[in-house]
């Protein structure tokens, strides 16, 4: 599957984006997603995940109540509502997919093998 995010940009904290994946390639909803960051001289770290169905989401600590992860198989997408955007979210954000049976649950990137290109997110104090 191939990955597309877009949606990043600089806003001032307490404001809002909106991130989105496109997938084309191997069946969208098959897949598990993620969201993922790296911050410059960081690990990249998770944020968000739902299952193939949508029904299962789970986040970071450092983002709950404030992000929301959500997917729409028939357009092949995933997206990542940010709201209350706080200075330490400043990242590139990276979604990625797996496929999996079983547990729909993965924090660990190495768990993703599919992967888009990132899109940088700025947040101004």
């Known amino acids: 599957v191939q990955l597309q995010a877009s949606g990043g940009g600089m806003v001032q904290a307490g404001g809002s984006l909106r991130l989105s994946c496109a997938a084309s390639?191997?069946?969208?909803?098959?897949?598990?997603m993620g969201w993922f960051r790296q911050a410059p001289g960081k690990e990249r770290e998770f944020v968000a995940g739902?299952?193939?169905?949508?029904?299962?989401?789970y986040y970071a600590d450092s983002v709950k109540g404030r992000f929301t992860i959500s997917r729409d198989n028939a357009k092949n997408t995933v997206f990542l509502q940010m709201n209350s955007l706080k200075p330490e979210d400043t990242a590139l954000y990276y979604c990625?997919?797996?496929?999996?049976?079983?547990?729909?649950?993965?924090?660990?990137?190495?768990?993703?093998?599919?992967w888009g290109q990132g899109t940088q997110v700025t947040v101004s104090s």
């Open positions: 390639g191997r069946t969208f909803s098959s897949a598990g």
């Open positions: 990625a997919a797996r496929y999996y049976s079983g547990n729909y649950y993965s924090t660990d990137p190495q768990e993703y093998r599919y």
């Open positions: 739902i299952s193939r169905s949508g029904i299962n989401t």
